[in-house]
């Protein structure tokens, strides 16, 4: 059953103290706004002061107690482990009014998620699949650095001046690591938080599912599945079912990439032929 404060926003936002914009913290980092108030943290657009650079900075939420601060700490730490101009680089962590914060790199840009509900963006197969191909880039230097993200979701992949950035490493975990998952789980989040890089298979399986969806236009009122409903090459389905296990699924990142490659240029080949 969900604890009463869960139940209650209000008064869990009036526990959690969110700190108000223009409050220095830690002596360097002024905050300037919200950005949103997630499961485990409040996020932050901040300055520091000392560089003068644009921040974010998370807080553990007061509310989530013991495990609000456990996923912030392993957050930062999984940020550590990862350099790579695509994902946020970590800066400081400190304490203030007994709850740890985590600094960041501010991605200056535009979600997914914004493009397609905010914008009305839409993707074609082509573009759908070369939107996956750049978040598989940066994915095979996570995976190579030994860490499967778990959370690759619209949200999560932000546009910055042509290039894509990956987000939000709360759920991150160590390939392998034991998890806190059961078998009775619910079959969905077994699939996205197993500590194997085909939970991120997965995930972006129904990532590209939404850029698809983006360009859908409903004929019928009738419930279909998505293989009857997307206007879909072969290949593109074959691969799709891979990612969502539906089919024997992708082990390792390089052979979804050759896939998706090997999808962008036969569909290239396919549209010289028809002009
Ligand atoms: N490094 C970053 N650069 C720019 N914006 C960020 C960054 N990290 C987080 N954000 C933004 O801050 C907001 C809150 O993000 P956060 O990851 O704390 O929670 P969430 O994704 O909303 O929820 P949850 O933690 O439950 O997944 C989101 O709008 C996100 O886009």
């Not at 392993?74 to 800066?91: F, G, K, M, N, T």
């Amino acid at each position: 059953m969900k604890r009463f404060i869960d139940r209650h926003p209000f008064i869990a936002r009036w526990i959690d103290r969110p700190h108000r914009s223009g409050k220095v913290l830690f002596g360097r980092y002024e905050i300037i706004e919200e950005l949103g108030m997630g499961s485990y943290g409040i996020a932050y657009k901040g300055r520091d002061r000392d560089t003068g650079r644009l921040v974010v900075i998370k807080q553990a939420r007061r509310t989530k107690g013991e495990d609000g601060r456990r996923l912030l700490q392993r957050e930062a730490d999984v940020l550590s482990r990862l350099r790579h101009p695509q994902i946020p680089a970590r800066y400081d962590t400190f304490i203030e009014g007994g709850q740890p914060h985590l600094v960041m790199d501010y991605i200056d840009g535009q979600t997914v998620e914004d493009q397609i509900f905010g914008l009305g963006i839409t993707y074609t197969e082509q573009a759908a699949f070369r939107l996956l191909l750049d978040v598989l880039d940066v994915v095979r230097y996570i995976h190579a650095s030994g860490i499967v993200h778990r959370d690759l979701r619209i949200p999560n992949i932000i546009w910055r001046h042509g290039t894509v950035a990956i987000i939000d490493f709360g759920l991150a975990c160590r390939m392998g690591e034991r998890v806190d998952l059961r078998d009775d789980d619910p079959l969905e989040k077994r699939l996205r938080r197993e500590p194997h890089p085909r939970s991120d298979f997965y995930a972006l399986g129904h990532f590209t599912l939404f850029l698809l969806y983006s360009a859908y236009e409903p004929t019928s009122e009738d419930e279909k599945s998505w293989e009857e409903e997307l206007d879909l090459s072969p290949k593109a389905r074959a691969m799709l079912r891979k990612m969502l296990q539906l089919d024997a699924p992708y082990d390792h990142v390089d052979e979804l990439i050759a896939d998706v490659k090997q999808l962008l240029a036969e569909n290239d080949l396919a549209q010289t032929r028809v002009l």
